[in-house]
C-alpha cells in the first residue's frame, strides 16, 4: 500500500513543478506585455514620422593573424542615428556628459572554424576609453569597434545586427512630440578572417612594414604609409622657425652638399648704363625694387608662401619654383592645428590641418588660390591641398 502512495506523491510533485513552471510563463508572459503596452502607450503621444532603412556590415583587419594575436572588428549601421527632424548635435552632448545615445542593443555573431557559434554584444572601444561600457552601445556616427583574440586555427566568419530603435524629439523639445523608427538589419554577407599557427607581422600588429628613409630626393606630400619619414618632414612655418628665433628645424635634415635647383628673375637690379651713367635701378624703393619681398618666407606640404609685390602674397612650388597662384593680402605665418572634434570618442579619428595667418582678403571659390577661404576678422585661412 505504500509504494502505490510513494508513486502517487512522486506524480503529485511533477505536476506541482509543471503548474509552477506554466505560472511563472504567464507571469513573465504578461510582465512582458504590460512593458509593451506602456511603452506603446507612451509612444502614441508622438506623431511617427516614417520609418527609415538602415543596413548594417562588418569590416575586419587584419584579415589574416597568428594564435595569441587580435583582430579589430567594426560594426556599422547606416545612416546613423538622428532624431525624427535630423537634429543630431543634442547627441553630441549626451556623449560629452558621459550619456548613451548611439544604436544600442547591437549584437555579433562570431563562428568558429568548428561551427561553433557565439553571439554577444560588444563594448565600443572609444566609448570604453570616456567611461561608457554598455554592451551593444554605438557611437553616435553608427560605428562600434572592438578587439577580438580567436583561440582556434582556421577561418572564421563575422556577422552583426541590428534590432531597430525608436527616436524622439524629447531631447530637443517638450512640445513637439515627434518620432522616427530606425528599422532592423542585418550583414548580408559574413566578413572572413584566417587564423594560423605562427604570428604575423604587419598593420595594427605591430606597425610594420617600415619605410627606411629616403636616399634621394623626395617632394611632398609625403604618402601616409610612409609613417617613419616624419623625422624629415617638418615645415618652416615662419620667420625664424618659432616664436624664440632659434633658426633650427630638429625636424628637418639638410643636405650636405646643396645644389640650385631653380633660378628665377623676381625684379630688375644692377647698372642700367647709357646715358644714366653709373646709376643703379633702385634697389629699396619703388614700383619692382629688388628687394620688394618682405619677411621670410613660409614652407608648408612641399609649397613656399611669401609676401609679393605690394598687397598681395604667392604660392610657390618648392621643388620647381613655379608660381602657383597669387592672392591679395601678406602671409606672416603657418600654423598646424588638431582640430576638436565633436565627442571624446572621436577625438583620435580625425587629421591635422593647416593654416596661414596673415592679412588676408581673397576669394573662396574656384581651383587656384581660391580653394583657400579668408576671415578678415581673424586674418587667416585655410590650407587646402590642390
Known amino acids: 500500500m505504500r509504494k502505490p502512495t510513494k508513486l502517487c506523491s512522486k506524480k503529485f510533485l511533477t505536476k506541482a513543478k509543471t503548474n509552477k513552471t506554466i505560472a511563472i510563463f504567464f507571469t513573465l508572459l504578461m510582465a512582458t506585455s504590460t512593458v509593451l503596452l506602456i511603452q506603446q502607450t ?54 560629452n556628459q558621459g550619456k548613451p545615445a548611439g544604436f544600442a542593443n547591437v549584437s555579433v555573431t562570431i ?30 556616427v553608427g560605428h562600434l569597434m572592438f578587439n577580438y583574440e580567436p583561440k582556434k586555427i582556421g577561418n572564421y566568419s563575422i556577422t552583426a545586427s541590428f534590432p531597430g530603435q525608436t527616436y524622439t524629439t ?13 528599422k532592423p538589419s542585418s550583414s548580408v554577407k559574413p566578413t572572413i578572417f ?54 633650427y628645424n630638429p625636424y628637418s635634415k639638410a643636405p650636405n652638399s646643396p645644389h640650385i635647383l631653380y633660378a628665377r628673375e623676381v625684379a630688375d637690379s644692377g647698372l642700367i648704363g647709357g646715358i644714366w651713367g653709373s646709376l643703379p635701378l633702385p634697389q629699396s624703393s619703388g614700383q619692382y625694387n629688388a628687394l620688394s619681398y618682405g619677411g621670410d618666407p613660409i614652407i608648408v606640404d612641399g609649397k613656399i608662401y611669401r609676401n609679393h609685390r605690394s598687397g598681395y602674397f604667392e604660392c610657390v612650388d618648392l621643388r620647381t619654383g613655379t608660381r602657383l597662384w ?38 573662396t571659390s574656384g581651383t587656384g588660390s581660391d580653394k583657400w577661404y579668408s576671415s578678415k576678422r ?9
Open 42 to 95: 507612451a509612444l502614441a503621444q508622438y506623431t511617427a514620422m516614417p520609418n527609415r532603412e538602415t543596413f548594417t556590415s562588418v569590416g575586419v583587419t587584419p584579415s589574416l593573424v597568428g594564435l595569441g594575436q587580435e583582430v579589430m572588428i567594426n560594426i556599422m549601421v547606416y545612416p546613423g542615428p538622428e532624431g525624427p527632424t535630423y537634429e543630431a548635435q543634442t547627441f553630441v552632448e549626451m556623449v
Open 111 to 140: 563562428t568558429e572554424p568548428d561551427g561553433t557559434k557565439d553571439t554577444f554584444k560588444p563594448v565600443d572601444i572609444s566609448l570604453h576609453n570616456i567611461g561608457i561600457n554598455e554592451p551593444g552601445r554605438m557611437q553616435i
Open 170 to 182: 524629447d531631447l530637443v523639445s517638450d512640445t513637439i512630440k515627434l518620432s522616427v523608427f530606425y
Open 194 to 247: 584566417q587564423v594560423q599557427n605562427d604570428w604575423v607581422s604587419g598593420g595594427l600588429i605591430d606597425g610594420s612594414p617600415w619605410s627606411p628613409l629616403p636616399e634621394n630626393y623626395w617632394e611632398s606630400p609625403v604618402q601616409t604609409d610612409n609613417r617613419e619619414w616624419y623625422t624629415i618632414a617638418g615645415d618652416w612655418v615662419q620667420g625664424n622657425y618659432d616664436r624664440l628665433g632659434s633658426n
Open 326 to 363: 597669387e592672392a591679395a593680402g601678406s602671409v606672416a605665418l603657418a600654423q598646424r592645428l588638431d582640430l576638436p572634434f565633436q565627442t571624446a570618442a572621436q577625438s583620435n579619428e580625425g587629421a591635422i590641418t593647416s593654416w596661414l595667418w596673415g592679412g588676408v582678403t581673397i576669394s
Open 378 to 386: 581673424h586674418k587667416l585661412c585655410r590650407i587646402r591641398r590642390r
